[in-house]
């Protein structure tokens, strides 16, 4: 058996990285993926990976998923994306708002239209997909919303600052920031339900992805010092499938949750060697 057997999954940002290691996760526990993204053929975006390529993964294991195009930018889209989901798979019991956008620019130089793009996705996009799905969960049936977030929510602390070098992870710190917020609030309005659950993950290092080796926050898929996506999946999987009163309104950091419940025994990096955002410690 496994963890998730008949439970219908979205996952947002399916294509590549976390949000393909958690599709496939998800299906192997025997859940109905809908793989959502805007990359749905390999070529149809610069960096690799496509909904096809996670889609056939899944099938050719055995496991069952659909791709759906889905610009979570436009709210259109995000409602058209709930509702293919219930047409393919029925209601949807849990929803992983993994998608993100940044561009490492400096706040000065930063063009305001990419901000707005960003927190549409990074930010709006969780909220309006949130309120799509909640009538499926609050019924009587429950479930889970898993919101994936960064340690750039962790912020730099309070001033003077001794480095002055310019990161430009100001805008996308931001966004996590306010992500970990609504994922507090959210979680306190469901608690009345009881089987309702909204939570927030980061790595507790950096994970090699198509998207942090082409930012340079890697220096390959195969660098010592980052976190498999395979250990936020586990992480993501976690607070799918644990009693909503173990996980509502957590915001954490995937090797110290899989180490509380005992999925690891040995835990590092956010919020274990170093504290965590303002949230994660309430």
């Not at 999954?9 to 993926?33: D, K, N």
């Not at 912020?155 to 996590?176: E, L, Q």
């Amino acid at each position: 058996m496994g963890k998730l057997d008949g439970k219908t999954a979205i996952v947002t940002g399916a294509s590549r990285g976390i949000g393909q290691a958690i599709a496939v996760l998800f299906a192997a526990e025997g859940a109905c993926v809908i793989c959502a993204g805007r990359t749905v053929n390999e070529g149809d975006h610069p960096l690799e990976g496509s909904l096809n390529r996670t889609v056939k993964q899944i099938r050719d294991s055995g496991g069952a998923a659909y791709p759906v195009a889905a610009d979570v930018s436009k709210p259109e889209s995000c409602g058209d994306l709930v509702a293919r989901t219930r047409i393919l798979a029925g209601p949807v019991d849990i929803l992983v708002n993994n998608a993100a956008l940044n561009y490492y620019v400096p706040i000065a130089d930063y063009r305001i239209n990419r901000w707005v793009k960003a927190f549409e996705i990074n930010v709006h996009a969780p909220f309006i997909l949130s309120q799509a799905v909640l009538p499926d969960m609050t019924g009587g049936r429950g479930g889970h919303i898993v919101n994936i977030s960064s340690g750039s929510a962790i912020g730099p602390g309070r001033g003077p600052y001794k480095d002055t070098s310019v990161h430009g992870g100001t805008m996308y710190g931001a966004s996590k920031a306010a992500l970990e917020r609504f994922t507090q609030g959210l979680a306190q309005e469901v608690a009345q339900y009881g089987n309702v659950s909204v939570a927030a993950v980061s790595p507790s290092r950096t994970v090699p992805t198509p998207g942090t080796v082409f930012h340079k926050l890697m220096d390959g898929m195969d660098d010592p010092r980052g976190e498999p996506p395979t250990i936020m999946a586990r992480a993501a999987l976690l607070l799918a499938s644990e009693p909503a009163d173990k996980v509502n309104g957590r915001v954490t950091y995937s090797q110290l949750i899989l180490k509380e419940f005992g999925w690891i025994k040995k835990a590092v990096g956010r919020g274990v060697d170093t504290p965590g955002s303002g949230y994660s410690q309430i």
